[in-house]
């Protein structure tokens, strides 16, 4: 397997879907472009408004994504792990970032510039297509985010905002799972679009209803759905 110059280690882009029916001249060409960058806690990728020229791909470790209201509070969208990617916009025009990407614990990016990317879509009509359908994996995701917010009731969208950070911060144990929260109350809120003292209200219906119980340290015990 062709391995990036940079890290002489099997290359994140070989193992992602949206470059898997990329012929071997055009993958040789995205690893020969390829440069990796490591990150420790806290570190940026890249901050809010700043300019984009490459396309990303998280390589290992984990980054959130957030912007900053007007009252410079932090709002927290989504969190990246590997074979995750952002800088899409750049591939068809000018761009700057949309989100602020911060690192949560030592990881490493894998980016590639956004012309590079282009020619190969000029290029490959599967390559393109690949490009289209993540895009629009991504575009169907969001969507449904959006149309639960209207729908469904502010406790089951908190609980499955819960079990899906449990994917990434929480282990299991005999009797269900234990999250670390890597969000504050208010991050939360945000994230939901309500205000903190609902959340609140709701973490505590969820643990009369039975469904959690909340422990110490920012941790918080799911009962499996």
Avoid: W
């Amino acid at each position: 397997m062709l391995s990036c110059h940079t890290c002489q280690s099997p290359v994140c882009i070989s193992q992602l879907g949206i470059f898997s029916h990329v012929s071997g001249k055009h993958r040789a060409k995205i690893i020969a472009s390829v440069h990796r960058l490591s990150f420790n806690k806290g570190e940026h990728v890249i901050f809010e408004s700043q300019p984009l020229h490459q396309f990303v791909v998280i390589s290992s470790g984990s980054f959130k994504c957030y912007t900053h209201h007007e009252e410079g509070k932090q709002k927290t969208l989504y969190f990246l792990h590997k074979g995750d990617f952002f800088g899409q916009e750049s591939l068809f025009k000018e761009s700057q970032s949309a989100f602020s990407v911060e690192a949560m614990e030592s990881s490493s990016v894998c980016m590639i510039d956004a012309s590079t990317v282009q020619e190969l879509i000029e290029q490959d009509h599967e390559f393109s297509l690949a490009i289209i359908h993540a895009l629009s994996s991504r575009i169907q995701n969001l969507e449904s985010e959006l149309s639960h917010v209207t729908i469904e009731p502010l406790d089951q969208r908190l609980l499955k905002l819960l079990h899906t950070l449990a994917l990434d911060f929480g282990f299991e144990t005999h009797q269900g799972i234990v999250l670390k929260l890597p969000l504050t109350q208010e991050e939360i809120a945000m994230r939901l679009g309500v205000a903190r003292e609902s959340v609140s209200r709701s973490m505590k219906q969820l643990e009369n209803n039975g469904k959690l119980r909340i422990l110490k340290q920012k941790q918080v015990f799911l009962t499996r759905m």
